[in-house]
């Protein structure tokens, strides 16, 4: 094999979603600390009669699940492997309530020695299982808390009140990634607070990751979308390696997207949930300005996730689609429900544009649903806007905020 063979193989090795969560992949100083630290933490506690818990904060991008997943491979390394070890045949469980997260975890199992997809499970079924069997497990990593239930949903046949609750009374060890800011549904609404009621019943710590891995991009830019989902529109970055533009036709986004997919991989449309959809086996469309293109069919019995399916260029992803995953480049339209209020200069949000009317049902114990309903779109652009690794393209479908962004590009230089 040549140089330039050996390149193109190791970029394609790279720009698979399989190796952005490799327990293998490189961590930084931050992360090989904690991750030290992890171990520790479970080798001192998982003998204790009563349960520990161990929570990871930090935002969108900070390298919260590739941690995670290479701490379990050193758990599991140890538990299979390491006979005069404190966690040798220890009985450990990775939890994950996103079913296309599920599926690149179980493929990343597939290859390496001291994981089985067993080790991978969604949280109502490890509870189920546990129940059912009377069993408890050692050591419990959770990744995505923030999308674990807060009340019971019979329809997935989960019949206590909260998933981590439940978790922590059938482990000895927990260890759990958290972040307020990508809750998406009321019935897993979760703060700070209500994370602490549950874990101060409990002997618990609590780290933060800082550092963010995800966009290679200037702190600018990192600034404009955090206060874009504070609902305040700086002037945009400036030019810089990352790419970041605003489309006044979101064909000529997709365009873009699908040349960027050519060439890098990984790059995708995606949308807020303001368009049509049902999960009843038909098509439904995110249509715009001379643009129509399919929403993601449901596919819960393919192998691979939507995102690294080669025929999901030609669909539009939903936060539920792409939420943890890195994409190299992310075209993102920003439906009716988000446009702009010119009087007081920021944006505004339209709950009752937003079609996702699941993620609203109401339940007794949410106090301020509006406020809520708000704070869950916020956070799903906070998610879609945090995807790109090398460029984030957004097309605004309100006239006044597309405006709005697009003097702003012309002000830049755009």
Known sequence: MNGTSIEIKKQQV??????????????????????????????????????????????????????????FYELQTLSRNKVDDPLYHTNNRFIVNHPEMLKLYKNISEDLPYFRKKDFERPTSFINQMHKQGETADI???????????????????????????????????????????????????????????????????FHLTNQFRIKADQDVIEWIEQFVQKRILPLPQKQDFDFQIFDDPVKMYRTIKERNATHQLSRIVATYDYPYKLDGKDYFVQE???????????????????ERADTIDEVGSVYTVQGFDLNYVGVILGPSVSYDEEHDQIRINSDKYEDQAAFILRKDVKNPEAIKEQIILNSINVLMTRGVHGLYIYPSDATLRKKLLSLSRINGQ
């Open 289 to 307: 300005k001379n643009f129509k293109l399919r929403w993601d069919r449901y596919q819960p019995n393919a192998k691979y996730a939507w995102a």
């Open 14 to 71: 790279e720009n698979a979603a399989i190796y952005k969560l490799s327990p293998f992949k490189a961590l930084s100083d931050e992360q090989m600390r904690l991750k030290e630290k992890i171990i520790t933490f479970c080798k001192e506690n998982v003998k204790n009669s009563t349960p520990t818990v161990l929570v990871i904060h930090g935002d969108a991008g900070t390298g919260k699940s590739v941690l995670l997943n290479a701490v």
């Open 140 to 206: 419990v990593l959770i990744d995505e808390a923030h999308l674990l239930l807060t009340k019971s949903d019979k329809y997935n046949r989960f019949y206590q009140e909260n998933h981590l609750e439940e978790m922590i009374k059938l482990s000895k060890v927990v260890i759990i990634v958290f972040d307020e800011k990508q809750m998406l549904k009321m019935k897993s609404y979760w703060d700070k607070q209500k994370l602490f009621e549950i874990i101060d019943q409990y002997p618990n710590t609590s």
